[in-house]
């Protein structure tokens, strides 16, 4: 995995898992490229994701998951830092049919 500082021409995905009360949070986010942000919206950001688990490692699967699809390259299994950006591929998934994601816990469907 290669956590990175954003420079513009970077597509990165962002991410925070954090505890409260007895659930686990994962926010997900893909900053907005300043082309982007100028043309779409005035958001700093293309889209935000918020999920909530029972178990951390439900958090780092789904996390996991998604950095994959997306472009991610050498995604570790386990053991995430509470807080990173990922280098993703610019347009990963554009033309390629992926299955739902088979997740073993609480993940929302």
Known sequence: ?????????????????????????????????????????????????????????????????HLLVNGAINVPESDFPEEGQVIILPYPTWGIETSPPQFSGDFPQ
């Not at 995905?13 to 659930?23: F, M």
């Open 1 to 65: 995995m290669e956590l990175s500082q954003t420079l513009t021409d970077d597509y990165v995905i962002c991410y925070r898992i954090t505890r409260e009360a007895e659930r686990i949070k994962l926010r997900l986010w893909e900053p907005a490229q300043p082309s982007q942000r100028q043309n779409n919206s005035n958001k700093p950001y293309l889209y935000v994701a918020n999920f909530s688990f029972s178990h951390r490692h439900a958090a780092e699967a789904c996390l996991r998951h």
